[in-house]
């Protein structure tokens, strides 16, 4: 059986920055306005009073410090809330489609790689522009790719899950090098106006090259030790918009249709799951944790990597051990993990070995292992 390798990655960062400070600003302007506007509602009991929030409450719950979003001026504009993005025609390449393709450019140069080398590209994030043609087919048109093309959709985990199905095309043969890319536009299902979640999310693409060892002809390669995939249902986190709204007659604007979780319970219950999760499968490639050099996890939240790392190596989640990219780029969906890998693993040397990891709804948890060729 073929070896099989990742042999390049690619990030693409949106143009735009808003600090903690920033969305602070906006968010308690409109907390204001809207305590104003509902002052009799508030007075009755009927509405309650929205609470401000502040940068060392987003600093100490999270660790995040600032995010990239694709608009700026609609999230902070204290009327909208979200996001402005500009529709765009049938004949014009999809917002999604076009960041997926500046960051694929970036794995293909890095892997050596021309669009004609690919014969497989998987479009893997937590929301999708739409529901058809595929945007992976739209990104293997652009880049002069061959085969085939397919999206997948696993929330937070999205990115190892289809990382595991190249894995497995590469190695059944029914593809010789695959494109994964994950365009994460979260500013679009952030809920922007929840003291709770609204310093969450930042956008952002990531691309990862998969192919055959005996191909791979980059400087940087990393062998694929193994994959592993498992999910548990639960609804802590959650988002009910999709096409079938409009036939339950439900308000698309209504809260349930953004982003929203359980954070406390989320906490406690995905730490335990991740954790257990990496140290069955190292356990499974005859591997203890403590022979990892460097774990690249999800970045949802500081605290729960600090504690995943605690579970499994009974130390301190250092930057070495298990780099962060939170404070920079806020939490990413299913491309946190990759950019962890992409940003910090130069320093790495032949024969370590590191874990990717990615964890959220589903519940769902995906990992690769890989040793530095």
Request: aromatic content about 6%; overall charge negative.
């Amino acid at each position: 059986m073929s070896s099989v390798v990742i042999s390049g990655t690619g990030l693409y960062q949106p143009p735009h920055i808003i600090t903690n400070a920033e969305l602070v600003a906006s968010f308690n302007a409109y907390v204001e306005k809207f305590n104003a506007e509902h002052a009799a509602e508030i007075e009755a009991g009927t509405v309650t009073a929205l609470s401000p929030s502040s940068v060392e409450f987003i600093e100490k719950a999270s660790g995040i410090k600032q995010r990239y979003v694709m608009d700026k001026a609609g999230i902070l504009d204290v009327d909208r809330m979200y996001p402005r993005l500009q529709p765009r025609a049938d004949d014009q390449l999809s917002l999604m489609a076009e960041i997926a393709v500046e960051a694929a450019k970036k794995a293909m140069a890095a892997a050596g790689k021309q669009g004609s080398d690919i014969d497989a590209v998987i479009c893997s994030s937590a929301n999708m522009q739409r529901a058809y043609p595929a945007m992976a087919i739209e990104v293997q048109q652009a880049i002069g790719a061959r085969g085939y093309g397919f999206d997948m959709n696993v929330a937070c985990s999205a990115a190892t899950f289809a990382l595991e199905q190249a894995i497995n095309a590469v190695r059944s043969g029914s593809a010789s090098c695959v494109l994964v890319v994950n365009p994460e536009i979260t500013s679009a299902h952030q809920e922007w106006k929840d003291r709770d979640c609204h310093f969450i999310f930042g956008d952002v693409c990531t691309a990862v090259i998969v192919e055959r060892g005996e191909t791979a002809t980059a400087a940087d390669q990393w062998e694929v030790l193994g994959s592993q995939l498992a999910t548990q249902f639960s609804n802590n986190i959650r988002n009910n918009f999709g096409f079938m709204n409009r036939s339950e007659d439900s308000d698309p604007l209504a809260r349930d249709k953004t982003f929203r979780q359980e954070g406390r319970k989320v906490f406690k219950e995905v730490v335990p799951i991740a954790a257990a999760h990496i140290e069955a499968q190292l356990a499974s490639l005859q591997r203890e944790p403590s022979q990892v050099r460097r774990f690249w996890l999800h970045q949802a939240n500081q605290g729960m990597n600090q504690l995943v790392i605690k579970k499994l190596i009974n130390a301190e989640a250092t930057q070495d051990v298990a780099p962060l990219i939170l404070d920079e780029y806020a939490n990413t969906a299913s491309a946190g993990s990759i950019i962890a890998f992409h940003t910090h693993r130069a320093d790495l040397v032949s024969g370590d070995v590191g874990v990717i990891c990615s964890f959220g709804a589903g519940y769902s948890v995906g990992s690769v292992v890989l040793r530095k060729r």
